[in-house]
Nanobody
């Protein structure tokens, strides 16, 4: 049974930083696409960053976070990370990680993913 567990959310002031982690268990970590999504109140789930858990594909970012967020992985820990800097109030929301076995054609689209974590809340205040 695949399990994705996000940690690291919290409250931060605008301009601050946070690092989210997503640990995978019960599921082969390598050769997956994994991604971070954000969902604000009344909004659709938005793909932010995606990473291939092996060599061969570069990370992909949404324009809204490019240059501010960095996705990375540690295969020894079955974990991906999202380093977020220069946070803005509009970055607030529930952050989810997701996984799909094998490569995806559209790695920032939620319909590509089979497995999801429960989410971690990020709140950015002015």
């Amino acid at each position: 049974q695949a399990r994705l567990m996000e940690t690291g959310g919290g409250s931060v002031q605008a301009g601050g930083s946070l690092r989210l982690s997503c640990e995978v268990s019960g599921y082969p970590f390598t050769r997956n696409h994994m991604a971070w999504f954000r969902q604000g109140p009344g909004s659709e789930r938005e793909g932010l960053a995606a990473i291939w858990t092996d060599d061969g594909f570069p990370p992909v970012y949404a324009d809204s976070v490019k240059g501010r967020f960095t996705v990375s992985r540690d295969n020894s820990k079955n974990t991906i990370y999202l380093e977020m800097s220069d946070l803005k109030p509009e970055d607030s929301g529930m952050y989810y990680c997701a996984a799909k076995r094998g490569a995806t054609r559209y790695p920032l689209q939620s319909y590509e993913y089979n497995y999801w974590g429960q989410g971690t809340q990020v709140t950015v205040s002015v």
